[in-house]
Antibody, heavy 120, light 109 residues
Framework: EVQLVESGGGLVQPGGSLRLSCAAS????????MSWVRQAPGKGLEWVSV???????YYADSVKGRFTISRDNSKNTLYLQMNSLRAEDTAVYYC??????????????WGKGTTVTVSS | EIVLTQSPATLSLSPGERATLSCRAS??????LAWYQQKPGQAPRLLIY???NRATGIPARFSGSGSGTDFTLTISSLEPEDFAVYYC???????????FGQGTKLEIK
């Protein structure tokens, strides 16, 4: 069964750091495009970052320079290192597999999410 | 950056009625447009990709149409489990930025 399970969320003070993990099963992370999407309380979906199968990484302007997406092929796991956290980073963070035929852009497998709260 | 605008923000309908949700892109996205359904406390679920293709396991009452800048998600006859928030989404070519619309809440009338 194809599945994604996030972990690592929690309460962190402004300016702090957190690393989220997303363990995949049923498919290979390194062969796919993988993304992080977040949702602030009561708000819509916001794309955060993507890592391509070739290793290229891209970020939303709101997190560029503070967040880093990576993967561990041996663990089949995706990560999001979040530094210099701000109150506005408070959200549920989802990892998702990015798919597509002619263009890889839609997210066909999602985890259940992990909650990050940035507060003093 | 391509902006996706969904309308209406809220749609109030009864079970059995037809729902029509709109998504407009600020510039052409060809047919690279996806739709998702999200229920409270759950992750989004892919419904439609490439504007009109149903994802695996999605009932036939869900259909998508459109190309270029104007897209529509239609639910032919609403079931109680269809009341949720719906998002459209696309990706710009360069730099690759993935964008979601602000969502349409489909609520029971």
């Amino acid at each position: 069964e194809v599945q994604l399970v996030e972990s690592g969320g929690g309460l962190v003070q402004p300016g702090g750091s957190l690393r989220l993990s997303c363990a995949a099963s049923g498919f290979t992370v390194s062969s796919n495009y993988m993304s992080w999407v977040r949702q602030a309380p009561g708000k819509g979906l916001e794309w955060v970052s993507v890592i391509y199968s070739g290793g290229s990484t891209y970020y939303a302007d709101s997190v560029k320079g503070r967040f880093t997406i990576s993967r561990d092929n041996s663990k089949n796991t995706l990560y999001l290192q979040m530094n210099s956290l701000r109150a506005e980073d408070t959200a549920v963070y989802y990892c998702a597999r990015v798919e597509g035929i002619e263009a890889r852009y839609y997210m066909d497998v999602w985890g259940k999410g992990t909650t990050v709260t940035v507060s003093s | 950056e391509i902006v996706l605008t969904q309308s209406p923000a809220t749609l109030s309908l009864s079970p059995g009625e037809r729902a029509t949700l709109s998504c407009r892109a600020s510039q052409s996205v060809s047919s690279y447009l996806a739709w998702y359904q999200q229920k409270p406390g759950q992750a989004p679920r892919l419904l439609i990709y490439d504007a009109s293709n149903r994802a695996t396991g999605i009932p036939a009452r869900f259909s998508g149409s459109g190309s270029g800048t104007d897209f529509t998600l239609t639910i032919s006859s609403l079931e109680p489990e269809d009341f949720a928030v719906y998002y459209c989404q696309q990706r710009s070519n360069w730099p690759p930025v993935y964008t979601f619309g602000q969502g349409t809440k489909l609520e029971i009338k």
